[in-house]
């Protein structure tokens, strides 16, 4: 028994000098993209943070302009595979990399650490070839005498088949300072982009495609190759699908936007006041013709002339009858 007691007056005295037991610490990684080039300023970067390249549980990080591709997120202790990519860049057109070359990053708890990623370079298809993949840039234009570039928005917006839902990026081009833009165009924002940090200018449109479409089942057509910010750089395009042509086609923007109705039905024409003499309705294919008839009340009274008689005469007739009455 006293063996017994002295076993339980000395498990708690053991627990009491004992270092505390913790769970794993956590360290927090900030990450971010610099210099981002105008032409991506819509599109979005994807951090992946894992144990290896194909592990399916790796923490995702997403910089875009929402969080001023900046962002810092906790993980637990281990040493983590660090990858960056442009979404929507299978071909790896816009190549990045980690400023300080850290491909394996060792997290410990309370510690602190950066990942900065910024452009590469050219990607491969343009350093062999000297063109970019989707488009061939235009030759520059003279800018005005007076021309002092200051921030300006472009934009564009689609007619395309109803059900429509691919991505699609437009590719317009400052034809004064040479830079292109790439606009981002989804179904969730209603076919239409607009870049908001562009510079001002006369701008052309280079192209445009649906991600994916490697055997170019949607064409574009274009109603203005070039436009200028001070007229509003507004670019439309209609999407024809080859697979479907005659499909139905609808503008998400101006059809569905709520915004943009009734903007266009407070700058459409006022509708023309109604006459004083209304037309009247017509409701039969038939032609309606006109009545030739004098509206003097005289004529009116003689059409009724031909009943009064024939009534007059049946009245007659009768009265004679039953006087009469038939002979035997």
């Not at 962002?71 to 300080?100: H, I, K, M």
């Not at 002092?148 to 317009?172: D, K, W």
Request: charged share 15%; with cysteine.
């Amino acid at each position: 028994m006293k063996r017994v007691l002295a076993i339980l007056f000395f498990v708690p005295f053991v627990m009491t000098l004992a270092p505390p037991c913790h769970a794993a610490g956590k360290g927090e990684v900030a990450v971010s993209l610099v210099d981002v080039p105008a032409e991506l300023q819509e599109r979005s970067v994807l951090i992946t943070l894992g144990n290896d390249p194909n592990d399916t549980d790796a923490v995702l990080v997403m910089l875009n302009g929402l969080n001023q591709y900046s962002q810092t997120v906790t993980l637990p202790e281990g040493t983590y595979y660090c990858n960056a990519a442009v979404q929507y860049d299978a071909l790896n057109d816009w190549p990045l990399r980690e400023v300080d070359g850290t491909t394996f990053l060792q997290v410990e708890a309370g510690g602190q650490y950066e990942l900065q990623y910024e452009f590469a370079g050219e990607s491969w298809f343009t350093e062999v070839t000297g063109q970019t993949r989707y488009y061939t840039p235009q030759p520059l234009r003279q800018p005005p005498a007076d021309y002092q570039p200051i921030t300006a928005q472009v934009s564009s917006y689609l007619t395309a088949p109803v059900g429509f839902s691919q991505h699609c990026i437009v590719y317009l081009q400052n034809l004064y300072s040479g830079t292109v833009y790439a606009l981002d165009v989804y179904e969730s924002n209603q076919l239409a982009a607009v870049c908001t940090e562009a510079d001002s200018g006369l701008y052309a449109l280079l192209s445009a495609r649906v991600v994916g479409d490697a055997a170019e089942r949607y064409q574009f057509e274009c109603e203005q190759k070039e436009l200028n910010t001070d007229d509003g750089a507004s670019f439309h395009l209609t999407v024809t699908d080859t697979k479907n042509p005659d499909a139905e086609l609808c503008t998400p923007s101006r059809d569905e936007n709520a915004t943009v109705q009734r903007a266009a039905a407070y700058n459409a024409p006022a509708t023309a006041a109604p006459s004083a003499t209304p037309t009247p309705e017509l409701t039969s294919s038939q032609p309606v013709q006109e009545s030739k008839k004098s509206e003097n009340p005289f004529w009116n009274v003689l059409d009724f002339l031909p009943i009064v008689f024939i009534g007059a005469g049946l009245f007659w007739f009768r009265q004679k009858y039953r006087q009469g009455g038939p002979k035997g």
